[in-house]
């Protein structure tokens, strides 16, 4: 979490970087780099030119090099002066850098404060919209309050209104009620007492018809004792058996009819009542009330055998109903145990959509003609395939040709190692070699600068002990320097010729390097490739195990090697397998992730001083050219000094060789 800094601190910031001027100081960097490219490439050509003359001043004989050696000593000087500028070009613009940047503070803790301030004041933003929106919304809530209440008050009276109204008609509603209780007893009470009287009426017709019909048995019994006695009078008997029967009949018939005028004529006197509840209405006919009572019987008798039919139609449509409900309750069962277990399998197959994708993106991608090393005359006939088969057999293609894919490229790794091995080794013999031509090259210059100086010391003690001979000494001069001159013909030559055997075994050497290089790269890109081919078969392999329960038809040598391999390359293959497994695990591990992201924020951190210098020494440690070109910058330092150092020197040869040549 950022820090607040203060104002003070705050505004010295700003000041030391507005004092910094950093589109001045960028501008005038990018002009001192070109101005130091441009140095190096003056710098390099001037080198050129250096060691040209340099090679022709080997090339000229000894008795031209001392005119021929101001010169070169001059050009000499000239590029220790045009170095000596750049370096003090490189230093001003490096102090001057330094001098800007060194008051400057660290600008990262002032730009995390400015981001914290910028999200909290984001967040107040966020926090006062939301303030204005919950302010609109009181607001609102007000409003409706105040409307509430003022509905609330203008419902008051209203309200005291309605409850007088409902205490009235309650009041009134128990009057009438019990009004109606009063009406409904009286009524009551005088059908009691009519029906008492109807019923002691019927009573005594009761009586006497069961006295006539106790008087009609006895007859009956006292003729048939007589029919006992008298057979001559059956036919009389049957007869009035017969009548009496018939007696009986008309007497039940009877009976019944009274009963059932009894009940219509209390029906009637209750009709009667309510219609005209006052005896004013009795002056009206018996016809008419004969009349309408027949039809309110016949009403009656419709409404009733309506009712009868209504009541079997709704017994029926009760049974209908609650049998529909019924098979209605059981369907909802049904379908909530259905739905729950659709939706249980829709939770289960919810990244159905995904895998289908993944599916056709690996159809479509991972398994296109392109992969299948086919040509595009057969595109349309692969395509067609591909949309008749299933993905198995797709994958089991598409796994052959990695195998085939991976063996080509283990064979092709064998074939590279096995090319770079013999270029190590030829390599070692050349850098052998060229040892031991250095060595004799070296020897040889001792050998020649001790004859030299050997034959240098002869002719001196000749020339001091005979100073009046000089005929014999001339000539012998003469002969020593031809064959002085001979041997440094020699000499010269054969050290010309190693000089070019050295080059060209140089350029041999960089070629080699570059191929070494080229090798390695191609080695890399295999190593590359055979991981994401080791990921790809790891991922079919365990694509193949998951659908293993659902095909078990699949073909065993999914993940088999061709017979023609399984022989001499299984353990080859094993232990590749297993190094690449490590390689893949390995490029897996978090910690290289965390080891990487550590040295990133450790570089980061540096100073500018320190960050470049780490990127300086980064850049020349990764790249061979660098590498090169900072040692030969070295080895000219080295030769600078040399020359100078035999510059200072050479005035006392020159010196003893004029006293020799005066001599």
Not at 68 to 74: A, G, I, N, V
Not at 224 to 242: F, I, W
Not at 411 to 428: A, D, M, W, Y
């Amino acid at each position: 979490m950022a820090t607040e800094i203060e104002d003070g601190v705050l505004a010295g910031a700003h000041e030391s970087w507005r004092s910094v001027a950093l589109t001045q100081l960028l501008h005038g960097l990018d002009e001192a780099g070109l101005s130091i490219v441009d140095n190096q490439k003056t710098s390099l050509q001037e080198r050129r030119k250096l060691a040209e003359k340099t090679k022709e001043f080997r090339a000229v004989p000894d008795s031209e090099k001392v005119t021929e050696f101001k010169p070169l000593l001059r050009a000499y000087q000239n590029e220790i002066d045009a170095l000596t500028k750049r370096m003090k070009f490189a230093e001003t613009s490096f102090l001057k850098l330094f001098k800007s940047l060194s008051e400057a503070p660290d600008p990262e803790p002032f730009l995390q404060s400015l981001l914290e301030e910028r999200r909290v004041r984001r967040a107040d933003e966020v926090q006062i919209k939301d303030f204005n929106t919950l302010k609109g919304k009181c607001e609102d809530l007000e409003k409706e309050n105040a409307q509430l209440q003022r509905q609330i008050r203008e419902e008051e009276p209203m309200a005291k209104r309605l409850k007088v109204l409902e205490e009235n008609m309650e009041h009134e509603i128990k009057q009438r009620v019990e009004q109606c209780e009063r009406e409904l007893k009286e009524q009551t009470d005088d059908l009691i007492k009519h029906l008492k009287e109807r019923e002691s009426d019927l009573q005594r017709q009761l009586s006497s018809t069961t006295q006539q019909l106790s008087q009609a048995q006895s007859h009956f019994d006292s003729e048939e004792a007589e029919r006992s006695s008298q057979s001559q009078s059956d036919r009389d008997l049957v007869g009035k058996l017969a009548e009496l029967e018939i007696l009986q009949a008309d007497l039940d018939h009877a009976h019944s009819r009274m009963v059932d005028m009894q009940t219509q004529n209390a029906k009637l006197r209750a009709t009667i009542t309510s219609l005209t509840g006052t005896e004013d209405a009795g002056g009206d006919s018996l016809i008419d009330y004969q009349r309408r009572i027949r039809d309110l019987e016949d009403e009656s008798k419709r409404l009733y055998a309506n009712l009868e039919k209504a009541d079997a139609q709704i017994e029926l449509q009760k049974s209908q109903s609650s049998f529909s409900i019924a098979a209605a309750e059981r369907d909802i069962l049904v379908r909530n145990e259905e739905l729950d277990r659709l939706r249980a399998e829709l939770l289960r197959c919810g990244d159905y959509d995904d895998i289908k994708r993944d599916l056709d993106i690996m159809k479509s991608v991972e398994f296109s003609v392109s992969d299948w090393g086919m040509d595009d005359d057969n595109t349309s006939s692969v395509q067609q395939l591909e949309g008749n088969e299933s993905l198995e057999k797709l994958l089991v293609r598409r796994n052959k040709s990695l195998e085939n894919n991976l063996i080509e490229i283990k064979n092709r790794f064998g074939h590279t190692q096995n090319e770079l091995q013999s270029l190590q080794q030829k390599i070692t013999g050349l850098e052998e070699e060229l040892r031991q031509k250095s060595l004799l090259a070296e020897r040889l210059e001792v050998d020649l600068l001790a004859i030299g100086s050997n034959d240098r010391k002869s002719a001196d003690n000749r020339i001091s002990i005979n100073p009046l001979d000089t005929k014999d000494n001339s000539i012998e001069l003469q002969s020593t320097s031809i064959g002085k001159g001979n041997i440094l013909e020699i000499v010269t030559g054969q050290r010309d010729r190693f000089r070019q055997r050295n080059i060209e075994l140089e350029d041999e050497l960089r070629e080699q390097g570059t191929q070494i290089s080229e090798h390695q790269r191609q080695l890399n890109q295999v190593n590359h490739d055979n991981l994401r081919l080791y990921e790809e078969i790891k991922y079919l392999r365990s694509y193949t195990s998951t659908i293993a329960s659902t095909s078990r038809n699949l073909p065993t040598t999914v993940i088999s090697l061709p017979n023609k391999f399984s022989s001499n390359a299984d353990t080859r293959i094993d232990m590749d397998t297993i190094k690449y497994k490590n390689m893949y695990e390995d490029s897996l591990n978090p910690f290289n992730t965390f080891h990487k992201n550590e040295t990133t924020r450790k570089v980061k951190s540096m100073g500018l001083i320190d960050r470049l210098v780490y990127m300086i020494s980064s850049f020349i440690a990764a790249n061979r050219r660098a590498r090169i070109i900072v040692l030969f910058y070295i080895a000219l330092l080295h030769l600078l000094v040399l020359g100078t150092l035999y510059r200072n020197i050479l005035p006392n040869d020159e010196a003893a060789y004029e006293h020799v040549t005066n001599g």
